[in-house]
């Protein structure tokens, strides 16, 4: 039982409470996971002290759930509450814009409970008559239900990850060391289907106990040696397989993928009278195992170079490791700083000190503030007037800790391309990132030049989230990227590499396209609190799927070098 697990059980409450219209108790729920999941000590500690009461949030009726869970593995009125709101229920909370309260209005007026029957009371214009719908609304639904369609039943990779995890530390706990997350989650892909995990172990059984009994298992849907399969709570499918530790590399190659790699690499252990399959590297009859145990070994083996996970997808990773011409990826230490961060100036919810003191924790050498700008209302955008008066805030706190926080902005691009703030309050920036956030709707061409203007404003220094996509929810503004690249190398602007879970934008792709071109990319966590800091490892793991080094990143600049890059 992990703090992350108790955290993931509060906020499931949470969404049961928002269900039934109970938003005191649902904020309560809310309040006491994040309470729970930015705690620095072992929850079952408290516990034990009887000190859960001290944890932000966490009031007594709160603290005796978590007792329990923590006792038991379950919680008897989180079991009550699932039975009370069948799984297709919250699988309707996935359409864009349809919050519990119309959920659960939709589920009393018409008996809808699942997608299809609201995409069929919809086409129905059945909808619009219930108070508080209309055309509009009804039309907003469909639409919303076409993006889940084609999103189909994907998890982002952030949530894909942090259950996954949260999964192997409890199979390990239980003595089972070799273990491990496969599949596209190992690949870091953008969208993940299901949760694939490894084990190696001659016990079997002991995985499989500890594997079902996760607290989050509402249902095993088959069991034995080879496959565990569950479903959890939340819907997700998760698969454990088990192989017995001589082939545990091999397993994970596999399991691994992309098949497409896996593909290739057979052909090449063909070529050279040898068989490779999931259980080892053979010679052509399958009498003698040469290699089995550890990945890198098979590689080796093949005469290639160990390839990692995020480039396993047949786009010339062969042939580079072939020719032992791997790029020398990007890795998390190699970031020295991170310049999209908001504040409680616009809507972040941390102040500059705090975003100081947590960046010189995490190891970097530098921060950078960029706050929304004066047109944007809905986030708090800042004056000119607040915003110069924070550059001087900002030296000054630059000084006192000795640790360098600059003062940019996130400027917005206006619909004609200029930017949110006159160019007298821009040239007293240190750095300025241009982001569209509003009026996204507008052709190819005036878009990309939209876009093309706001870089060729000689005080652009990084264009914000390049492509405006929300995975599973918006596409993507129409957009010519090879332009854009173009116009980025012309006036030595950098394209951000988002690392907010839903944009992952530019995407990986793009950021190896922008790397072909020698156009710089900026790795940003974009946090709007000290915990979204933590974002900076899907950027990281992005970039790595674009083939990034350190070397054509902004952010992996020493203190100095981007000093000297932000003067010239
Ligand atoms: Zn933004
Ligand atoms: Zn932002």
Redesign the pocket.
């Known amino acids: 039982m992990t703090n992350s697990d108790v955290s993931r059980m509060l906020y499931e409450f949470a969404e049961m409470m928002d269900l039934r219209g109970e938003v005191f108790r649902k904020n309560a729920y809310s309040r006491a996971a994040k309470g729970v999941a930015e705690l620095d000590q072992d929850i079952r500690e408290l516990a034990e002290e009887g000190q859960l009461q001290t944890i932000p949030g966490v009031g007594e009726g709160i603290s005796l759930v978590i007792n329990e869970f923590i006792k038991t593995g379950k919680s008897d009125k989180l079991e009550e509450l699932r039975n009370e709101f069948p799984a297709e229920l919250t699988e309707l909370m996935r359409i864009p814009d349809l919050g519990p309260r119309k959920i659960m209005l939709l589920h009393r007026e018409l008996g809808i409970s699942t997608v299809e029957e609201l995409k069929r009371a919809a086409e129905q214009h059945r909808v619009r008559h219930i108070k508080g719908f209309g055309e509009k609304s009804e039309a907003n639904i469909l639409q919303g239900i076409k993006m889940l369609e084609k999103f189909g039943h994907r998890m982002l990779l952030g949530d894909a990850l942090s259950l996954a995890e949260a999964i192997v530390a409890h199979v390990r706990s239980h003595d089972i060391p070799l273990i491990t997350v496969a599949g596209s989650i190992r690949r870091m892909r953008e969208t993940i289907g299901d949760v694939d995990i490894l084990v190696g172990t001659d016990t079997p059984e002991r995985a499989i106990d500890a594997f079902i009994s996760y607290p989050f298992v509402a249902e095993v849907i088959s069991w034995g040696e080879g496959m565990t399969i569950v479903r959890m709570s939340d819907g997700t499918q998760a698969d454990m397989r088990i192989v017995p530790p001589d082939s545990y590399g091999a397993a994970l190659l596999h399991f691994t993928g992309s098949r497409e790699h896996n593909v290739r690499l057979r052909r090449i252990a063909i070529q050279k009278g040898l068989k490779l399959n999931e259980y080892g590297l053979f010679d052509m009859d399958d009498v003698n195992l040469i290699a089995g145990k550890d990945e890198t070994v098979i590689y080796e083996s093949l005469g290639l170079s160990f390839i990692p996970p995020e480039l396993r997808e047949d786009r010339g990773e062969i042939e580079a490791a072939v020719s032992h011409q791997l790029p020398q990826l990007i890795t998390l230490s190699d970031v020295r700083g991170d310049l ?1 961060i ?1 504040t409680l100036m616009s809507d972040g919810r941390a102040t500059m000190r705090e975003v100081a003191q947590e960046a010189r924790r995490r190891g970097y050498e530098y921060v950078g503030l ?1 706050d ?1 700008s004066k047109s944007l209302g809905i986030a708090s955008g800042l004056s000119e007037d607040d915003l110069l008066a924070s550059v001087e805030q900002a030296h000054h706190l630059s000084e006192e800790l000795d640790f360098p926080v600059l003062r940019g902005a ?1 400027v917005d691009i206006l619909e004609d391309g200029s930017l949110d703030y006159s160019d007298d309050v821009l040239e007293q920036l240190d750095f300025v ?1 241009a ?1 569209v956030h509003l009026r996204f709707k507008m052709g190819r061409k005036k878009m990309t030049k939209r876009l093309l203007t706001a870089m060729s404003n000689e005080y652009t220094t990084i264009l ?2 390049p492509t405006g996509r929300l995975i599973g929810r918006r596409e993507g503004y129409a957009l010519d990227m090879d332009k854009i690249i173009e116009g980025a190398k012309d006036h030595r602007v950098v394209l951000e590499l ?1 690392g907010f879970s839903d944009r992952l934008d530019l995407d990986d792709l793009n950021s190896r396209k922008a790397k072909e071109q020698g156009v710089m990319v900026a790795l ?1 966590s ?1 946090a ?1 609190g000290i915990e979204q800091m933590e974002n900076i490892n899907l950027a990281v793991s992005t970039a790595r799927r674009g083939w990034l080094e350190p070397r054509d990143v902004l952010n992996c600049l020493t203190f100095k070098e981007l000093q000297t890059f932000l003067e010239r």
């Open positions: 999209h908001h960029a929304h996130e990132i982001s914000g989230h988002n940003a974009d709007h």
